[in-house]
């Protein structure tokens, strides 16, 4: 009768390195194996079983030599290959039992078959089954810490026959047993082999191996001895069927993202802990955008409230910062101007401080000596009396028309300022009219601290000369500012004997150099909340590399029952992508808390953009996908040997 082989090894060999020395374990190992034998590996530690064992098991490749599975060269099978070998083919059973702590008996025997594809109502039942089969029905939801040695190695047999392996590697699995119970689990591995299982045994115990109907002995790397008896066929009936590989793309990403989920429960502080940074990363994104945004859309609507068809004139050569008072524009010049065509008006000022008196009260603050037309330009108003007129500015009247802030210091008692005389210095003057209140300037400066007086009695009794501050050109056209600007530039130029004393501006110009600036502040308030959310990042990366080391022998189980390398690596991005995905959440939300805390008890303006939102969002998936990977990698690369081996 002849029987085709199941196993061949030929000619196998396992060096291992150890610092810069290669040390031969296994010496050319040839063995062939049946299907249904129930084999015995003995010989002494250290003679190199569980090495020989692991390449049986598709755990290791070999050194060199060929391992034929099925007439199948598995050494040349991918990492990938090996997993779905080990998944369909084998069943493992270790001496350690190696069950993941964190999961019941169901849980834990559910794994092979999670990698398999079988969905979760199947998966429990046959776990159940096989639980139950094996004693272990009112077990089912103990932590392996809650259980027996034996009943441990019970969980770790029904989870070898999960996927409905046809052969079983156990690695000394009485070894950490005492006899009662090393006798169950041998009964169990005889009624396995009476249905038909292969089954491979390393064992040390004679007794044990007396259970086999093959005893290999193997001392220093190489087979001394094989019982070699021809196996008869004797199958009496199969315990269960082979689970059909159901996995997909979809179905693994599932899975991978509920043991994502699992295992953030089980480590809930240190999760809360890990997504502390990314909280606070996001949040801080979300919330100096906003006031960053909110800032510069308040200076922009003071600018652009005073009106976008201005053209402003100064005194002084373009770019020059000279201080003090610069004597080269005329009232002559803003008369000059105003014969333009496209000007409706060019209002003078010539401003400078001065002390203001009201009865007992004195105050410092500045005169603003302008034409009738600046109120009318500026599109400023009077909250009470009149702005002064051309009439009176050509008869050099004394009057004033203050701002708010002047109007409460010097008449806190909300008597009506109208008609009222102040000292402007040592010139009385009629108060006329109240300026509506304005606020602060985009420098922070307060507008309305102000008294505005008509120019010809300013630069004469006042301020004694007729030099100006600015001139403010209205135009009719805004669509010719440009034409206009250049006007004014050659009529100043003639005026000025061809000297450039002077700079133009328009307010489109002065609109862009302020939000220039303000952009400024806000990307660099987001550069510092950016900078949070790397460390945010790299707090998750730490965190989940702890978690790798942790769970090395975790990992290990997992590729030992038919992980694949790309699974572990899902796993563990998920894990990474769900804590920045939920701190993302919760960060916009405490942004968006913040942002407007900070707005009502500051009294600044926040402007909340869905863009914002959506970058912050986007970034805190960006932080756990790629601090992720790299932890996810090294999970992933994990040699399963030696992942088991993890303490
Ligand atoms: P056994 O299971 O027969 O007791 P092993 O197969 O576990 O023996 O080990 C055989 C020899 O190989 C031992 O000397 C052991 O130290 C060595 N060995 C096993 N695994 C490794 C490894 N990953 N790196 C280096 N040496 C190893
Ligand atoms: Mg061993």
Not at 120 to 126: A, D, G, S, T, W
Not at 145 to 171: E, F, H, K
Not at 360 to 385: C, H, M
Not at 478 to 485: I, L
Request: hydrophobic share 45%.
């Amino acid at each position: 009768m002849s029987i085709p082989a199941l196993i061949e090894l030929k000619n196998i060999i396992k060096d291992f390195s150890l610092g810069n020395e290669s040390v031969r374990i296994l010496k050319n190992i040839n063995l062939t194996i049946y299907e249904g034998e129930f084999l015995a590996l003995m010989g002494p530690s250290g003679s190199g079983k569980s090495t020989l064992m692991n390449i049986l098991g598709c755990l290791d490749n070999p050194t060199s030599g060929t391992y034929l599975l099925k007439g199948e060269d598995v050494t040349a099978f991918s990492r990938e290959q090996r997993a779905i070998v080990r998944r369909n083919s084998f069943g493992f059973i270790f001496q350690r039992y190696n069950l993941i702590n964190g999961m019941n008996a169901v849980e834990n025997v559910e794994v092979p078959a999670i990698y398999a594809g079988l969905n979760k109502r199947e998966r429990i039942l046959r776990a159940k089954d096989f639980l139950s089969s094996l004693g272990l029905n009112e077990r089912l939801d103990y932590k392996p810490s809650q259980l027996s040695g034996g009943q441990q190695q019970r969980v770790s047999i029904a989870r070898a026959l999960m996927n409905g392996a046809r052969i079983v590697v156990a690695d000394e699995p009485t070894g950490a047993l005492d006899s009662s119970s090393g006798e169950e689990v041998m009964n169990i591995l005889h009624k396995l082999h009476r249905e038909g299982n292969t089954v491979i045994m390393v064992t040390h115990d004679s007794n044990i191996a007396a259970n086999a109907e093959r005893i290999i002995r193997i001392k220093d790397g190489e087979i001394q001895e094989d019982s070699s008896v021809m196996p008869e066929r004797k199958s009496e009936k199969i315990l269960s069927g082979q689970v059909q590989d159901k996995s997909s793309f979809l179905t693994e990403t599932i899975e991978a993202s509920k043991m994502a989920f699992r295992s953030l429960r089980i480590n809930k502080f240190r999760s809360i802990l890990t997504m502390l940074g990314i909280i606070i990363g996001v949040g801080s994104v979300v919330a100096m955008l906003a006031i960053g945004t909110g800032a510069k859309q308040e200076v922009l609507s003071r600018i652009e409230a005073m009106g976008s068809n201005l053209i402003i004139v100064k005194p002084g050569a373009p770019n020059v910062r000279a201080g003090g008072d610069i004597a080269t524009l005329t009232l002559a010049d803003a008369e000059a101007i105003k014969q333009l065509p496209n000007v409706v008006g060019a209002v003078p000022e010539i401003i400078g401080p001065a002390t203001v008196r009201f009865g007992n009260t004195d105050y410092l603050t500045t005169i603003d000596a302008t034409s009738p037309k600046f109120s009318e330009a500026r599109n400023w108003q009077t909250v009470s009396g009149v702005y002064f007129d051309g009439t009176q500015n050509n008869s050099y009247a004394p009057v004033a028309v203050i701002g708010k802030t002047v109007a409460n210091i010097l008449f806190p008692n909300t008597a009506d300022p109208i008609g009222q005389y102040i000292l402007i210095g040592s010139v009385p003057f009629q108060v006329v009219g109240v300026m509506s209140a304005k606020g602060a300037d985009s420098q922070g400066n307060d507008m309305d601290d102000v008294v505005f007086v008509p120019i010809n009695t300013g630069s004469m009794r006042l301020f004694g000369r007729t030099y100006l501050k600015t001139v403010t050109v209205q135009v009719s056209d805004a669509n010719q500012m440009d034409a206009t600007q250049d006007a004014i530039n050659d009529l100043l130029l003639k005026r000025h004997h061809n000297v450039e004393d002077f700079q133009i501006r328009n307010m489109a110009s002065i609109l862009q150099t302020a939000t220039e600036t303000q952009n400024t502040l806000t990307y660099l308030l987001g550069a510092i909340a950016t900078i949070s959310l790397i460390v945010g990042g790299i707090g998750v990366m730490n965190i989940m590399l702890v978690s790798v080391t942790e769970r090395t022998r975790e990992i290990g189980i997992r590729m030992a029952v038919g992980a694949k390398s790309k699974d572990v690596m899902v796993q563990f991005i998920i894990e990474s992508l769900v804590v920045s995905l939920i701190g993302g959440i919760i960060g916009i939300a405490t942004g968006v808390g913040g942002g407007i805390l900070t707005s009502v008890t500051m009294n600044w303006l926040a402007i909340f953009s869905v863009d914002s939102i959506a970058i912050a969002f986007f970034f805190s998936f960006s932080i756990g996908l790629v601090f992720g990977y790299l932890p996810a990698r090294r999970a992933s690369s994990l040699d399963p040997v030696i992942a088991l081996a993890a303490e």
